[in-house]
């Protein structure tokens, strides 16, 4: 099963600050997703993202959210503006082939 | 659009007890259907899934049956041991789109197993 691991593992930032969490996947794979747990919550569909665009987005993917893939490796999650209820743990997964979904360890996020 | 729910938890039982938890769903066409597993402080990890109507899926002494006519597929295991603590997350994709829509998660049930 491929790997995929997220850097860093855990980030404290303050409101109004940028954050920019990183996912490497092994190889190349189909589809690239990011997805949020609030602490207690459901994990959330955020975005999903194919052939170096985004394919699909959830309502909490607002304008303060990108991702991107800069060298063609690592898959990154941006969050321009930080917010107290951006506080949560964000996972990266992949897809490769049908119904082969993959998650990396997460990264847990706090703003303070 | 997709949607799983799943019994709220936590759900607490002595060790070798025999483990339930329900899950339903409602999506459009045939989805596959998936339990991921989630120990204290890690990810997310597949513990297994089933493509197709009436497909058993079986991992590490857990089964789950995709049941289509009841849109269901509780997790259940014979006899519980203590590391088998942790949430569990049912899970669904249509792969609408090829994969674009990715997963739709249950909230999760947090599994407690004393000894």
């Known amino acids: 099963e491929p790997e995929v691991t997220q850097t860093p593992s855990h980030q404290v930032t303050q409101m109004g600050q940028e954050v920019i969490l990183r996912c490497v996947p092994i190889?190349?794979?189909?589809?690239f997703y990011w997805y949020r747990q609030i602490l207690g919550q459901k994990v959330e569909f955020l975005v999903s993202?194919?052939?170096?665009?985004?394919?699909?987005k959830s309502e909490i993917f607002d304008d303060q959210f990108s991702v991107e893939r800069p060298d063609g490796s690592n898959f990154t999650l941006k969050i321009r503006s930080t917010k107290l209820e951006d506080s949560a743990m964000y996972f990266c997964a992949l897809l490769q082939g049908p119904y082969g979904y993959t998650f990396g360890s997460g990264t847990r996020l706090t703003v303070v | 659009g997709n949607s799983v729910t799943q019994m709220e938890g936590p759900v607490t039982l002595s060790e070798e007890a025999f483990l339930t938890i329900n899950c339903t769903y409602t999506?459009?066409?045939?989805?596959?259907l998936f339990w991921y597993v989630q120990y204290p402080g890690e990810g997310l990890q597949l513990l297994l899934k089933a493509t197709k109507a009436d497909d058993k899926g079986s991992n590490k002494g857990f089964e789950a049956t995709y049941r289509k006519e009841t849109t269901s597929f509780h997790l259940e295991k014979g006899s519980v041991q203590v590391s088998d603590s942790a949430v569990y997350f049912c899970a669904l994709s249509s792969l609408s789109g090829g994969g674009a829509d990715g997963l739709t998660f249950g909230k999760g049930t947090h599994l407690i197993i004393q000894p």
């Open positions: 190889s190349n794979h189909l589809y």
């Open positions: 993202f194919y052939n170096n665009e985004i394919s699909e």
């Open positions: 999506a459009t066409g045939y989805p596959s």
